[in-house]
């Protein structure tokens, strides 16, 4: 569901950043000491380059000749909360559109909204959390990440509609492309909440402190041993970006196929509209530039696709998730204790 440049106006897709950045914003200004850890660190670095890897998998939905990704909102925010979440899933975000041309540039804020403030700052909290609150258990939370995963797709994918329409430079019937668009990602939805289920199960037995830190604030102890855990999840990591990635469908998505079926053409001959719009050929350059992998191929080969170039675009974006999730929550962590002392400081020079 990343949407390209080529279906947004500038007016629509500079006012979604906007959007998009004052979530993130806010998020870091209501992310507390606690929230980041010695061992949330690591987590929000695997986590975040776990769904790089997982959404580079994409299945099968059958019958349509369509196929489909997790969006990850929801799985990050029950691993995380709803602040570093958002975050984490900003970094993928940008790393896939940077460096592997996934997503365009100015539809950068929408794809953050879409599959990221909409499952983290809004799903999560009013949905998921609640169901939790009903009993914490594996049989909660499948139902919670099955009945939220589908919520969270279905409001993105009539986001992604919204915006569309109101950019007003593709020609596509309304009524149809919402009921392609609401009916495609339904379907995804409900493999997406089955994976997240299963993930989140496989945690909870693992480090049943993982979930109850980000659902109920729960510290996570610092006697529980976390490192073979953390080690564990860096090997699935890797196992599926390097490895069960080459396995993915080569059916369009759902939003492509959506369109193809509303339009009834092809997604490349929307992309023509990019050329006439000099701040979407600007952005459509820097992209050229920055992605050194595009298509999670290699640059050479965009022609004919290699046999390796899935697998190490998988670990190199894994790894770039890595540091950038990681890095973010460290530097965020620093500023957070620092800005804790300078009170504690100040009182101290008054009493003498």
């Known amino acids: 569901m990343h949407m390209a440049d080529a279906l947004l106006s500038p007016a629509i897709a500079t006012t979604m950043?906007?959007?998009?950045?004052?979530?993130?914003?806010?998020?870091?200004?209501?992310?507390?000491?606690?929230?980041?850890?010695?061992?949330?660190?690591?987590?929000?670095?695997?986590?975040?380059?776990?769904?790089?890897?997982?959404?580079?998998i994409n299945f099968t939905i059958p019958g349509t000749g369509s196929s489909g990704h997790i969006g990850g909102g929801i799985l990050l925010a029950a691993l995380l909360g709803s602040y570093p979440a958002l975050l984490a899933i900003s970094s993928v975000l940008m790393i896939q559109c940077l460096f592997f041309a996934d997503g365009g540039l100015l539809a950068l804020g929408c794809n953050i909204f879409n599959l990221g403030v909409i499952p983290c700052l809004i799903v999560y909290p009013l949905l998921f959390k609640p169901l939790l609150k009903?009993?914490?258990?594996?049989?909660?939370?499948?139902?919670?990440?099955?009945?939220a995963a589908i919520v969270s797709l279905q409001l993105g994918a009539f986001g992604v509609v919204l915006q569309t329409q109101a950019s007003g430079i593709t020609e596509l019937p309304f009524k149809t492309f919402t009921l392609l668009m609401q009916s495609i990602h339904l379907a995804i939805g409900v493999v997406e909440g089955i994976i997240t289920a299963g993930v989140l199960r496989f945690v909870y037995k693992m480090e049943p402190q993982i979930l109850e830190n980000a659902n109920t604030k729960i510290l996570?102890?610092?006697?529980?041993?976390?490192?073979?855990?953390?080690?564990?999840?860096?090997?699935?990591?890797?196992?599926?970006?390097?490895?069960?990635?080459?396995?993915?469908?080569?059916?369009?998505?759902?939003?492509?196929?959506?369109i193809k079926k509303t339009a009834n053409t092809s997604p490349h001959t929307i992309n023509e509209h990019e050329s006439k719009e000099p701040l979407l050929e600007t952005a459509s350059r820097i992209v050229n530039i920055t992605a050194f992998m595009p298509d999670y191929d290699y640059k050479s080969t965009r022609r004919q696709s290699s046999s390796t170039g899935t697998s190490v675009?998988?670990?190199?974006?894994?790894?770039?998730?890595?540091?950038?999730?990681?890095?973010?929550?460290?530097?965020?962590?620093?500023?957070?204790?620092k800005r804790r002392s300078i009170p504690v400081l100040s009182k101290q020079n008054n009493n003498y």
């Open 313 to 337: 675009a998988g670990i190199i974006g894994s790894c770039m998730t890595f540091i950038l999730a990681g890095g973010t929550a460290f530097i965020i962590s620093i500023i957070k204790k």
């Open 220 to 258: 996570i102890g610092k006697m529980v041993p976390f490192r073979n855990k953390m080690i564990v999840l860096v090997a699935i990591t890797i196992a599926i970006g390097g490895g069960l990635s080459i396995f993915a469908s080569s059916y369009p998505d759902g939003l492509e196929w959506a």
């Open 134 to 147: 009903i009993k914490f258990n594996t049989s909660y939370i499948s139902i919670a990440s099955i009945v």
């Open 17 to 56: 950043c906007a959007v998009s950045a004052t979530a993130i914003g806010y998020s870091i200004a209501k992310i507390k000491k606690d929230d980041f850890s010695e061992k949330k660190i690591p987590l929000m670095a695997v986590a975040g380059a776990f769904v790089f890897a997982a959404q580079m």
